[in-house]
Nanobody
Framework: QVQLVESGGGSVQAGGSLRLSCAAS????????MGWFRQAPGKERELVAG????????YYADSVQGRFTISRDNAKNTVDLQMNSLKPDDTAVYYC???????????????????WGQGTQVTVSS
């Protein structure tokens, strides 16, 4: 079974940057779409970015469009999320996730994300 471990979270001031990384084991992720979700206190978990298996199609939530960039390195079995111009509203626990089925052409909200890591906390202060 796939295991996902996130890293790179922390505390930054508004306007700062962080780079999150997700390392997968137990499965080669090269055939699967990958996504980054977040969940803030009292809110539902939301998909903020996704990338398809070929890395030629990416999805971004409106709230992060132009500020976040998702990328993947299939050789290293990792997926990263570069977060720039961070805002206090970006404060949340961030989770990496993988698609349940392979070869998905897209990676948006309709993707069958089924496996999540334990999450990494991101805190943005004003």
């Amino acid at each position: 079974q796939v295991q996902l471990v996130e890293s790179g979270g922390g505390s930054v001031q508004a306007g700062g940057s962080l780079r999150l990384s997700c390392a997968a084991s137990g499965r080669a992720i090269s055939r699967f779409a990958m996504g980054w979700f977040r969940q803030a206190p009292g809110k539902e978990r939301e998909l903020v970015a996704g990338i398809n298996w070929r890395a030629n199609n990416a999805y971004y939530a409106d709230s992060v469009q132009g500020r976040f960039t998702i990328s993947r390195d299939n050789a290293k079995n990792t997926v990263d999320l570069q977060m720039n111009s961070l805002k206090p509203d970006d404060t949340a626990v961030y989770y990496c996730a993988t698609d349940r089925v392979p070869w998905s052409a897209t990676a948006g909200p309709r993707t069958a994300y089924a496996y999540w890591g334990q999450g990494t906390q991101v805190t943005v202060s004003s």
